[in-house]
């Protein structure tokens, strides 16, 4: 069966990662299964932007068209794929060589609108002893209590996602109002809305895990303090509450209720 053409999509905005931007970028070009296309798109920064097209002429590189943030530069992004699947993957991580591969098997079945790897920790020295792996969230990555390969998923994780193109005119691309953006808070949940508003407005379309899709996100030692842990939690309440607001608390909700109570 011939696998889906896929668009990877990878959202940039600092020069103080270059190293990992290019080892994000380097990590595409050695898939088996070829991407269609990498998009870098540039958020708001014109001498990164520059120096990507001189040094990275085999990937196309755009700036943000939308809103500054991450939500705009995905949408920009989409905007211009044109693979049958699209991709994410951070800027500050790293594919497995079969990550391509391992995504587009699951399309197989036409009711799967949406697929999610296994997003792994590459710390720069060592995991903080305190930190418990229910909370790996917290660094961008899978925690503990995830669904396994296969089940169904409300949604996916920003890092290590993929969708069918139809998804994006179905659901209206993600909210620019909703994660990261100008501001220095560490926002977030622009994905878990988008799921969540892709389910209520076609059911019956499965978002599932797959976990041989892997790959390594990087987890500064800055990420690894406790005050970083703190703030980022209270951001991700202020995120969680406005996810409420625009797809209601029940669905909004549902997930978080049911971690707490195990």
């Known amino acids: 069966m011939r696998s889906p053409s896929i668009s990877v999509v990878i959202c940039v905005y600092t ?9 994000a970028i380097d990590s595409i070009r050695q898939q088996t299964l070829k991407a269609a296309e990498t998009i870098i798109v540039v958020d708001c920064n014109s001498v990164l932007y520059k120096r ?3 040094e990275a002429p085999d990937v196309t590189v755009v700036e943000n068209r939308e809103t500054q943030g991450l939500s705009g530069g995905r949408n920009t992004g989409v905007g211009i794929a044109q693979g049958e699947i699209i991709a994410f993957l951070d800027d500050d991580a790293t594919a497995h060589p079969d990550w391509l591969r391992y995504l587009a098997e699951d399309y197989g079945n036409p009711d799967i609108k949406g697929v999610g790897g296994l997003t792994l920790p590459r710390w720069q020295s060592a995991r903080p002893s305190w930190l418990p792996e229910e909370f790996y969230w917290v660094v961008g990555c899978n925690y503990r209590g995830m669904p396994p390969s296969g089940a169904p998923v409300r949604n996916l994780l920003g890092g290590n996602m993929s969708f069918r193109r139809e998804v994006f005119e179905l659901v209206d691309g993600f909210q620019t109002d909703i994660g990261r953006g100008a501001g220095k808070r560490p926002l977030g949940c622009e994905e878990t809305e988008f799921c969540i508003r892709l389910g209520q407005r076609s059911p019956g ?24 842990f703190v703030s ?11 996810v409420a607001a625009n797809v ?8 978080e209720r049911s971690s707490t109570t195990r």
């Open 232 to 242: 980022r939690c209270y951001a991700e309440g202020i995120s969680k509450a406005q």
């Open 52 to 54: 990507l097209i001189a």
């Open 15 to 23: 020069e103080d990662r270059w190293d990992h931007i290019r080892a």
């Open 205 to 228: 379309s499965l978002l599932v895990m797959e976990q041989r899709a892997r790959v390594r996100h990087y987890v500064s030692d800055s990420r690894c303090r406790f005050s970083y």
């Open 248 to 255: 209601g608390s029940g669905d909004g909700l549902a997930v």
